[in-house]
């Protein structure tokens, strides 16, 4: 039988997480579940939100089902730190992005597919003056490990970094700007990255059947990085003469996705472009509630839903919150192991429920969250997964 790490993190992924294994179970999807620590406690309470320990159980059991997790900046997580941590040198860093980066985890995969019949589903109006709902389908593929989020930055960089930065001409603007008031984020790409990112882009859009694939960059001011990642998606473009591979700027890119998004199917881009467009795309699905992802390496593959732990939920009883985009983030990790019929099985499920609209959470009712919403005729998260549950087939 096989053994997933089960890591619930903070606020709402400890329900979401719980609801999904629920969801798994009734399907006949039969697992060892075995908890991982992550999140804001050890944070506060070990100084490390990554404990070596998940660390280990993950590098054992190579799949991973990840909730969500608290993130805050550097001087707000420091001052959480438990009273005998406090100016001992620690510093927060996101425990998804160090997973990310210690199991090389580069291949992010983020549908992003309109159900029918889904109150939140973009629309626009038609040329006579009606309403259209384009049927979205679009599949992002996010860089997973370099790029902005690469974690290579400095405030008051040191001398020999300074040094090295003022080489380049560009540089002279800022040689009167004392280094204690200079902040640098470099962002990073590589050959091998950006090619293989490509390649499993173009593999999936062959695979599935998609009409094209995009590759989201900034060439014109970003030449070299976004330079990189195009120069590389045209040569792997090559070896697929049937799908044409177009190119698009970002911030044009987030202009089209809500005038024209049915003409988009797969979408290459950096790890921040990426992040980005893909939240993009989500909120014309039906938002964060729907956005499901994958974080896949040569061995380790970690699933998860792209919504934060929004706290302010997570003591909420009965629970709220929509869980479908855990639940399909549990079907992404059913078909990389093989699973497919299961995850068909879960998909339609999902889909029998939103198209028959009896049940649906507070977000799909345009409702404000609260603990009122359940008398204005929201579901609870339970009940979403019991309706679910009800029609497997």
């Known amino acids: 039988m096989r053994t997933i790490v089960s890591m619930p993190g903070d606020g709402i992924g400890k329900i979401v997480l719980s609801e999904a294994i629920r969801l798994l179970e009734a399907a006949g999807f039969k697992a060892n579940y075995v908890h991982g620590d992550i999140g804001w406690e050890f944070w506060k309470t070990e100084g490390n939100a990554l404990p070596q320990r998940t660390i280990d159980l993950l590098a054992e059991h190579k799949i991973g089902l990840f909730g969500a997790i608290t993130s805050k900046p550097k001087d707000a997580a420091a001052k ?12 927060y860093s996101s425990p998804i992005v160090g ?6 985890l580069d291949i992010s995969i ?23 709902e384009p049927p979205v389908d679009a599949v992002i593929f996010r860089q997973n490990t370099e790029g902005l989020y ?24 800022f040689k009167d700007v004392p280094s204690e ?6 962002r990073i790409v590589t050959r091998n990255a950006a090619r293989r990112i490509a390649e499993k882009a173009f593999e999936y859009a062959d695979k599935h059947g998609y009409k094209n694939v995009t590759v989201c ?67 014309l699905v039906g938002g964060l509630g729907f ?38 983030s549990a079907c992404m990790m059913l078909d990389h192991i093989g699973e497919n019929e299961i995850a068909t099985r879960i998909r339609n499920a999902i889909a029998e429920v939103i198209k028959e609209g009896k049940v649906r959470t507070y977000d799909m009712l345009k409702l404000r969250g609260g603990a009122d919403v359940i008398e204005k005729g929201a579901a609870t998260t339970e009940q979403m997964t019991d309706a679910v549950i009800s029609k497997l087939k």
């Open 217 to 283: 960059e900034k060439p014109n001011v970003l030449r070299e990085t976004s330079g990189m990642m195009v120069m590389e998606a045209r040569k792997v473009a090559e070896k697929y003469p049937r799908i044409p591979l177009w190119e698009t700027n970002i911030d044009a890119q987030m202009m089209w996705l809500t005038k024209n998004p049915e003409d988009y199917g797969v979408i290459i881009a950096e790890n921040m472009f990426g992040d980005i467009i893909s939240d993009g795309f989500a909120g």
């Open 291 to 328: 956005a499901c992802s994958a974080n896949i390496g040569d061995e380790v593959a970690v699933f998860e839903p792209t919504h934060g732990s929004a706290p302010k939920y997570e003591n909420l009883k009965p629970s709220i919150v929509n869980p479908i985009a855990m639940f399909l």
């Open 99 to 104: 997973l990310r980066q210690h199991f090389n």
């Open 110 to 132: 983020r549908p992003c597919k309109a159900f029918e019949g889904n109150p939140l589903n973009f629309i626009r109006r038609s040329a006579d003056g009606g309403v259209e």
């Open 181 to 186: 008031d200079l902040a640098i984020s470099t």
């Open 80 to 91: 959480e730190l438990a009273p005998e941590l406090q100016d001992k040198g620690y510093v």
């Open 150 to 173: 690469s974690g290579v930055e400095w405030t008051n960089p040191p001398e020999e970094v300074r040094k090295a930065l003022e080489t380049h001409p560009k540089m002279k603007k």
